[in-house]
């Protein structure tokens, strides 16, 4: 079945860096991609959606230049926090799906980023 | 707007009862609508769908669901609940003259125990 890898799966920085996540569709090309950030209590917001070879389209409400993303290829998309925050700690989740509306979408693992 | 509700934050079984997971949704039009289970500190994972035809779709690890459209329902059921079903469920709807971003619910936990 389809498979998206993502990468790394925990990080714990300091305040004030710049963390970089990816997400990878390993065995299909995804022209979209989606990123999610899962709250503590459970619920989970769809913060951007990614597309291959032009602008992401963010949601409102979330900071276009806090959260970079970039979908270089068909396989890969990239989350970069930037300058991160306390604030920005959380569970952030990424998704694909095969061409198709009716296709479901298919997770990454998560990242739990800690901003100390 | 698009929305789903998942009215019950938690849902409690026996091992062997049958379970229930409530969802309702509201789109225009025909929704396509989705099950995930999410694992701790894990991603989720996909367990069933609804796009067209028969009401009742079957699912992975045995569970299924029923499309309800006069009730705006997709509750997800299995008849006999296992321990290691205990997990957190999402249902989720897809407008298809939307796009292809999905609109999760807020996610009930189920906790099965023996």
């Known amino acids: ?3 998206v890898s993502q990468h790394p799966s925990r990080v714990i920085c300091k305040s004030g860096t710049s963390v970089k996540i990816e997400c990878r569709s390993l065995d299909f090309q995804a022209t979209t991609m989606f990123w999610y950030r899962q709250f503590p209590k459970k619920s989970l917001m769809l913060m951007a959606t990614s597309n291959e070879g032009s602008k992401a389209t ?14 270089a290829s068909l396989t890969l998309s990239t ?22 509306a009716n296709q479901p979408q298919h997770f990454g693992d998560g990242t739990r980023l800690s901003i100390l | 707007a698009q929305s789903v509700a998942q ?14 997971v409530k969802c309702t949704y509201s789109v225009s039009g025909n929704p396509y609508l989705f099950w995930y289970v999410q694992y701790p500190n894990r991603g989720l994972q996909f367990l069933l769908k609804y796009i067209t035809g028969d009401n009742l779709v079957k699912g992975s690890y045995g569970f299924e669901a029923e499309f309800n459209k006069s009730q705006t329902s997709f509750h997800l059921k299995k008849p006999s609940a296992l321990v290691s079903d205990s997990a957190l469920y999402f249902c989720a709807v897809r407008d298809p003259q939307a796009g292809t ?8 936990t189920l906790s099965v125990s023996s």
Do not use: R
Not at chain 1, 60 to 67: A, R, Y
Not at chain 1, 79 to 100: K, M, Q, R, W
């Open chain 2, 101 to 108: 971003a999905l609109i999760f619910g807020k996610g009930t």
């Open chain 2, 7 to 20: 009215p019950e934050d938690q849902v409690n079984v026996a091992e062997g009862n049958p379970l229930t």
């Open chain 1, 1 to 3: 079945g389809a498979v």
């Open chain 1, 79 to 100: 989350l970069t926090v930037t300058s991160a925050h306390p604030e920005d700690s959380s569970f952030y989740i990424c998704s694909a799906n095969p061409t198709g």
């Open chain 1, 58 to 71: 963010y949601e409102q409400g979330v900071e276009k230049d806090k959260f970079l993303i970039n979908h």
